[in-house]
């Protein structure tokens, strides 16, 4: 039988910070209910929050759900390039006309 609405698992836990993983919808939810006012309010919360309450209520896909988790979770993080990690795709060909 198929579970539904907030009894839904993720295909994949979430992992938090803290070492605990998210593992059904109703433990996502509860997650951001918990947070601190402030960071409640923020808007990639609140689109996580709207993710959840769609996926749960709509049957849709969990991975949106988690997509917008993830989004909230990882608000704060900056991401940088690394330019050593920079290569060209092409290698050091040599043109037929070089050769």
């Known amino acids: 039988m198929r579970r539904s609405g907030c009894s839904r698992q993720f295909e994949d836990p979430i992992s938090l910070p803290d070492g605990r993983q998210l593992t059904t919808l109703k433990q996502a939810a509860e997650y951001i209910i918990a947070l601190p006012k402030t960071e409640h309010d923020a808007p990639e919360w ?54």
Not at 78 to 84: A, G, K, T, Y
Not at 91 to 98: A, F, M, P, Q, T
């Open 46 to 99: 609140q689109a996580a929050m709207e993710a959840l309450i769609l996926v749960a209520e709509g049957g849709g896909p969990t991975m949106l759900a988690r997509i917008g988790f993830m989004r909230g979770l990882n608000r704060n993080v900056e991401r940088v390039f690394d330019s050593s990690r920079r290569g060209t795709h092409w290698g050091k060909r040599k043109l037929k006309r070089d050769q």
